[in-house]
């Protein structure tokens, strides 16, 4: 008598059947709140950019139309100076103050011409709305492609089903319908940076010591990418364009403290002149070795240097750093974290270049967790 035709089969068959029933729709509801809790994190997420958005946008307007005060209230020069003061609203805060405690001090003979250089400008025809779309970064467009497979692509028995592109297309109209992308309604164009001799400003030492002590483009960006890495652990993984973007914001700082204008683009790329001195040449080294160390601690701070995509992004980094910042010859217990060294080999000819990660080990370094191999060493 067949196996399978037996009542014993037919009913053990049918409890099969039925448990596997219950479990794929349970396996389903876990993928759905999964999901929803996805959802419900970029809407957070997108929500808070927005807010960012909208503030800066109106810090931004005030520090144009107070710039445009010294500039015969020609916009294109305001924006210039509000680039060649970091580019972020605290920084032209600063540079703002600057300006006012010249014109205080010299009175009528102030003019800004004497000591600001303006680049000639491209932009053309203006208005304030695009300038500012120009100069304030526009929330970031949701996509559902940079979502993880671990969150959109099914638990269990309905991970057979392959339901990633379904559940990312629902993600996807949660998060618009809550917060719609903001219009792109301005002209782009290219914006010059003035360039400023601020020995020719009598508040110039103000202006250094009050940008040194409060270090406002590094402590910004800084923060920014403290909460940037705690919410890209929650998704499981790291999102290698924010850390990049951060990283460019405070190569930026550090090139504007040096005397020279620098911009950073949508990818983190900083682009300036080539340094015209030794000291200059000095203020752009420290600014990646800066930047850099300061990437490195947050990535350790809050625990995300085992988190997909975070030690190729700080390789990734390290090697730009390591352009303008030369490495120095590891030292057992004398290495900081974020600082590139030789390692391997011999002090004359050394086998790599490392970022070193963490000082805790007993016997031997491992690379990983205690350093990262980033190249060849790039000799200066």
Known sequence: MPLFGSNFAQGFIKGVAESVDESLKNDMDRTFKRADRAADYHIRRKAADQERYDAEMRDVENLLKSFAAFTGGNLDKAAQLYKAGGGNVEGAKVFLSTLDGARQKLGAEFDVTKAVTFAETQAGELGMADYLGNLVRRPKDFVAASLPDTTTGGVGLYRAFQPGESIRKDITEQVQQAIPTTARDFTEAEIGTATIDYG???????????????????????????????????????????????????????????????????????SFDPPDSEAKAKGVSGAYSRALKAVTEEAVRTNSLNMPGMQNTLKTIANSANIHSPAGVATPGNMDVGGLYFYGGTPQEPESTILWLNPAYEDTPQEGVNYIVIGKPRRT
């Open 200 to 270: 020719k400003l009598p508040t110039a030492a103000e202006y250094a010591l009050e940008m040194e002590a409060k270090d406002v483009g590094l402590k910004a960006a800084r923060a920014a990418l403290n909460k940037t890495l705690l919410e890209n652990k929650q998704m499981g993984s790291i999102e290698g364009s924010d850390v990049y973007r951060s990283f460019g914001e405070m190569v930026k700082t550090g090139v504007n403290a040096a005397g020279m204008s620098a911009t950073v683009d949508i990818n983190g790329i900083v």
